[in-house]
């Protein structure tokens, strides 16, 4: 069964993480004409509504984006994404990846999403509508590997599952060997959360093992509420684009290093 509900998670720290790393690869493979695949696994319910009860009641948004929003470069992807999404669905949206990528990515260019969750499904159709995206109910991991890999060649692959399902941190490595022979050009970025005891070592460990050249980049940063788990955010990328290293440790520095005190 599935419980999870990014809703109540959206634009939070790990989501300015991720995001910020999506929307600066994006911008980058788009600079050269050719057209783009872009994929995902999990995609959430891509528009979320910051005064709603459900981020209303875990402030994890107060806490990310909402605060550190002032901090992000001028012209920077993501700044630009939210600031012209927020022109369009009002001044408490936030958009998730699969607006994200729209936003970024131009007419020629595809997007393939899955959603399993029914209700998550039903709003990610509603959300993308006249996109031209194509929106699946079904394992996002299987869709991965059916697709790979997509035409156009050139293109990413985001995996950010909610991590319930604990023999995530087990398939997820052996999934991801599986894209990556079949596509092995492909951009895939993996995001993972930093828990307390650490329950993605060994599958990072394995994902080093099977990708030695790929980018992993962690940043930390207190809990959102006392007893919560989550002390920091992951991404593990295979085929990083050129720069993206550099971009990600000045994120670190310029927003998430102040968080510690
Ligand atoms: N990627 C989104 C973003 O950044 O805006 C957030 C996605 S959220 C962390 C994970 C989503 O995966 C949830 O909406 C959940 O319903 C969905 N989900 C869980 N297991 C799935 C599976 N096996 N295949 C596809 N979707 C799944």
């Known amino acids: 069964m599935l419980s999870y509900q990014h809703a109540f998670h959206a634009g939070n720290l790990a989501d300015v993480h991720k995001h910020a790393a999506l929307s600066w690869a994006l911008s980058y493979l788009t600079q050269k004409p050719k057209p783009v695949t872009y994929m995902e696994t999990h995609a959430g319910r891509a ?24 901090k992000l470069p001028a012209g920077h992807p993501y700044l630009d994404t939210i600031t012209a999404l927020r022109a369009q669905h009002g001044p408490d ?12 990515l131009r007419g020629e260019d595809k997007i393939h999403l899955a959603e399993l969750h029914p209700q998550e499904n039903a709003a990610l159709r509603q959300a993308m509508r006249g996109s031209g995206a194509s929106i699946h109910q ?25 991590w319930e399902v ?8 052996r999934t991801v ?19 307390t005891d650490a329950p993605h070592r060994p599958m990072i460990a394995a994902l080093q093992n099977d990708h030695p050249e790929a980018l992993t ?25 050129w720069g993206l290293e550099a971009e990600l440790q000045h994120l670190s520095k310029t927003l998430f290093a102040p968080l510690k005190g």
Do not use: C
């Open 47 to 70: 528009l979320y509504d910051l005064s709603g009860d459900a981020a209303q009641k875990t402030g994890e948004a107060a806490q990310g984006i909402t605060r550190l929003m002032a």
């Open 93 to 104: 949206s936030y958009p998730g990846s699969p607006l994200i990528a729209q936003h970024l």
């Open 138 to 162: 079904q394992d996002g991991y299987a869709l991965a590997v059916s697709l790979a890999p997509p035409e156009p060649r050139r293109g990413l692959l985001l995996i950010d599952p909610s």
């Open 166 to 173: 604990k023999t995530d941190y087990i398939t997820l490595p």
């Open 177 to 195: 060997q599986t894209i990556t022979r079949k596509w092995n050009v492909g951009i895939v970025m993996i995001w993972y959360p930093i828990l």
């Open 217 to 241: 980049h962690e940043v930390r940063f207190p809990p959102a509420r006392k007893g919560h788990r989550m002390v920091g955010s992951g991404l593990f990328v295979v085929n990083p684009p």
